[in-house]
């Protein structure tokens, strides 16, 4: 059974960045397209930004600009590089496969966008 593990997330004030890392444990993943989801209190989950195995990015208009998608196949981790924050980004953020999730999520990674 595959694991995720999200990290990096954490309390920033308007304005500022994040880097959110995701450790995928199977080797599948450098054949995949992978994707940065979120979900805030009350709201469903959105899909953030998606990367191909071969790195081509899509982003939702939400943040497109402000964040960056990445990958490492030799490290099974895919990054999420969040600039320019606003407090609707706060949400808890996760990783998983585009566009079948895997049968099993993360614990995810809180993002607080605050001052």
């Known amino acids: 059974q595959v694991q995720l593990v999200e990290s990096g997330g954490g309390l920033v004030q308007p304005g500022g960045s994040l880097k959110l890392s995701c450790v995928v444990s199977r080797s599948i993943f450098t054949i995949v397209t992978m994707a940065w989801y979120r979900q805030a209190p009350g709201k469903q989950r959105e899909l953030v930004a998606t990367i191909t195995s071969s790195g081509s990015p899509t982003f939702a208009d939400s943040v497109k600009g402000r964040f960056t998608i990445s990958r490492d196949n030799a490290k099974n981790t895919v990054y999420l590089q969040m600039n320019t924050l606003k407090p609707e980004d706060t949400a808890v953020y996760h990783c998983?496969?585009?566009?079948?999730?895997?049968?099993?999520w993360g614990q995810g990674t809180q993002v607080t966008v605050s001052s």
């Open positions: 998983n496969r585009y566009p079948s999730p895997f049968g099993t």
